[in-house]
C-alpha cells in the first residue's frame, strides 16, 4: 500500500491510501489490545485528517509532477539508511508480549495495582492520560491549540470583508 | 452537494447520532475506551461533515467563527483552570485528588472528567477551526 502511494501520481488516490492505511493500522491497534490508540488512529488518522488532505488537495493540483530520476537519489539514499538504522534499533526490542519485558516491571505494575484505589476510575488508559501524567496531556492541548492558531494565522485571514460578525473577536 | 438527496437526508439521520456519540465517547471515557481526544475529534466530524453536504456559509451560521474561537481557548483554560484548583485547595498543580476533601478517589474522578471536558472542547473547536480555514480558503 506504501509503494502503491508513492508510485501513484494521482494525488485524491494518494489520499486515499493514506485513509485506508491508516485504517488498516488502527485494526492492527485493535488486535494488540490498544483499543484506545485503535480509536483515535480510527478517528483522527483515518477520519479527519483524510477530509483535511482533500481540503488541502482543493487548494493545489490534484495531479504529481513528475520529477527527473537524479533528483530522486539522494532522497532514497537518506530514507534508507534511516530505514535500516530502525530496523537496527528494533534488533534491541524485547520480544512482544513477554512478561519478563522491562516495560512490565516498573511503572506499569503500580498502575495497574494502584489506580483502582487512587483514581477509582475502570478504564486505566483514561486515569494515565488524564491524572499520572496530567502534564503532558496538557501540553498536548496546548499543541493543539497552538495547531489552531497557526492554520488561523497561515490560512485563516480573510482576504474579503467577511460576512458577519468573523472579526469581533 | 444542494442537489443530491440522498447524502443531504443521510446527513440529517446521522448527525445526531454522531454528536450523541461523541457525547458518550466523552463522559464514557473513564470506563470504556475513548476520552477527550477522540471525542472532540468525532464532535468536530460531524460538524465537517455538515460544511461539506450543506456548505460552508451554512454550518458557519449553525457555528460561527467566534464560537470555536471561544472554545478553543477555553478548553485549554478549563483543564489548566482545573489544575490550578489543586494548589488552591492546598496540594499540587494537577493533583485533583484534593477536590474531594474526603474521598479522594471522587476528587480523581472529578478531575478528570472535567480535564477531558477541556480537552474535548478544545479539540472539536480546533478540528472545526481548521476545517473552515481550508475551505474558506479556495474560494
Given at each position: ?66 520529477k527527473s530520476a537524479r533528483k530522486t537519489l539522494?532522497?532514497l ?93 | ?139
Open positions: 500500500m506504501a509503494v502503491a502511494a508513492i508510485r501513484l501520481r494521482d494525488l485524491f488516490a494518494v489520499v486515499m491510501l493514506f485513509g485506508i492505511y491508516s485504517f488498516v493500522s488502527a485494526s492492527l491497534f485493535v488486535v494488540l489490545d490498544a483499543v484506545d490508540v485503535a480509536f483515535t488512529e480510527a478517528s483522527v488518522g483515518a477520519g479527519v485528517s483524510t477530509v483535511f488532505m482533500l481540503g488541502a488537495l482543493a487548494l493545489t493540483a490534484s495531479k504529481e509532477k513528475p539522494l532522497p539514499l537518506a530514507v534508507t539508511v534511516t530505514g535500516l538504522a530502525l530496523v537496527y534499533g528494533t534488533w534491541d526490542i524485547p520480544a512482544y508480549g513477554d512478561p519478563a519485558n522491562p516495560i512490565h516491571h516498573h511503572l506499569v505494575q503500580r498502575f495497574i495495582e494502584d489506580s483502582p484505589e487512587e483514581i477509582g476510575i475502570p478504564n486505566i488508559v483514561t486515569s494515565v492520560l488524564a491524572s499520572y501524567r496530567g502534564y503532558d496531556t496538557l501540553g498536548e492541548t496546548t499543541v493543539v491549540f497552538t495547531a489552531a492558531i497557526g492554520v488561523l494565522l497561515l490560512i485563516g485571514g480573510a482576504r474579503r470583508p467577511p460576512s458577519g460578525q468573523d472579526d469581533a473577536r | 452537494m444542494k442537489r443530491y438527496t440522498i447524502p443531504r437526508v443521510g446527513t440529517k439521520l446521522l448527525l445526531p447520532l454522531i454528536l450523541l456519540f461523541a457525547l458518550y465517547v466523552q463522559f464514557h471515557g473513564d470506563y470504556g475506551p475513548g476520552g477527550g481526544f477522540q471525542a472532540g475529534v468525532i464532535f468536530g466530524a460531524g460538524f465537517i461533515l455538515y460544511a461539506l453536504i450543506y456548505g460552508l456559509d451554512n454550518a458557519r451560521r449553525l457555528m460561527p467563527p467566534w464560537v470555536l474561537r471561544i472554545g478553543v481557548s477555553l478548553g485549554v483554560l478549563i483543564y489548566a483552570g482545573v489544575g490550578l484548583l489543586g494548589p488552591l485547595l492546598g496540594g499540587q498543580y494537577l493533583d485533583y485528588a484534593v477536590l474531594d476533601a474526603r474521598d479522594p478517589a471522587h476528587g480523581q474522578h472529578l478531575g478528570i472528567l472535567w480535564v477531558e471536558l477541556g480537552v474535548g472542547i478544545t479539540v472539536s473547536s480546533v478540528m472545526v477551526t481548521i476545517f473552515y480555514a481550508f475551505a474558506g480558503r479556495g474560494r
